[in-house]
């Protein structure tokens, strides 16, 4: 009796907490009515979850603002559907924790769509394509995939990157060398430091780092693959995602998107 007494009370205790984290809206799965945008207009706001290392669609700046491609297309996007933008940073290991918690209700910054993830959450349409490229230093012996057997390669934990390798007949021979950081920047430093010979990581990410950080860096030819970014929901609100898409394509066929693409890359990479 003790012991289920205590399970009760332990399990009231979670749901509390939960409760209490909420800064998007609540999850409407249980009620059996899809209310997900009205939730949203009574708000009025979309709550963003984003890795706030992730140059150059989300970072902070030295002032602590968190800025980026994602971050200026989100903005002109709920704009179009007439709420405010707030952006979250959050533990990029736990997002899909996150957005089921109902502490964010969107999951947006270079978020690549995966049949992993199609299992968790709902999709938009891609809006941008992305390669996994291996980054090295010259002199450090990298220069085909079959290399990687041989050195340690640095990797963002619980990301694309290592699902990309996973499809990748050569990883059940380099997965004991993966070194895994928190965020690619770390990955980077440790590239420098020599700790690791290689990073694997997402092509975007991969040039506008080598572009504020200039040094004997070597992208290979090899890499794992293409992938596109999507903008992750819950699967239970389709009125939302339904509105979501609306907006997207609006900036899009507006130029909108374009715009913030050739602040951010120099070039309309938006998918049409």
Request: hydrophobic fraction near 40%.
């Amino acid at each position: 009796m003790k012991k289920l007494i205590g399970l009760l009370l332990s399990a009231m205790l979670i749901v509390s907490l939960a409760a209490c984290g909420n800064n998007g809206t609540t999850p409407t799965a249980n009620s059996g009515e899809d209310t997900s945008w009205d939730d949203i207009v009574a708000q009025g706001k979309i709550v963003m979850g984003v890795d706030d290392e992730f140059p150059p669609m989300g970072y902070r700046e030295s002032n602590d603002e968190i800025v980026g491609f994602d971050i200026d297309f989100a903005k002109a996007v709920a704009s179009e559907l007439g709420v405010e933008l707030e952006v979250m940073a959050i533990d990029w290991s736990s997002k899909e924790a996150q957005l089921m918690a109902g502490n964010v209700d969107v999951i947006w910054n270079g978020y690549s769509i995966t049949d992993d993830r199609k299992e968790k959450v709902a999709f938009t349409r891609p809006y941008l394509a992305n390669r996994m490229v291996i980054v090295s230093k010259e002199g450090y012996g990298v220069n085909t995939k079959e290399d990687l057997k041989n050195v340690k390669i640095g990797v963002q934990a619980m990301s694309s990157a290592i699902d990309a390798m996973a499809e990748d007949d050569i990883y059940e021979e380099i997965k004991g060398n993966l070194m895994e950081f928190s965020v690619n920047t770390d990955a980077m430093l440790d590239l420098d430091a020599g700790n690791v010979k290689a990073v694997v990581l997402d092509e975007v990410v991969a040039d506008y780092y080598i572009s504020k950080h200039p040094g004997n860096y070597v992208v290979l030819e090899d890499n794992f693959g293409a992938e596109e970014y999507g903008i992750g929901v819950r699967k239970e609100d389709k009125a939302f995602l339904e509105k979501l898409q609306a907006a997207i394509d609006t900036t899009i066929e507006n130029g909108k998107a374009a715009s913030v693409s050739e602040t951010w890359f120099g070039t309309d990479k938006v998918l049409k």
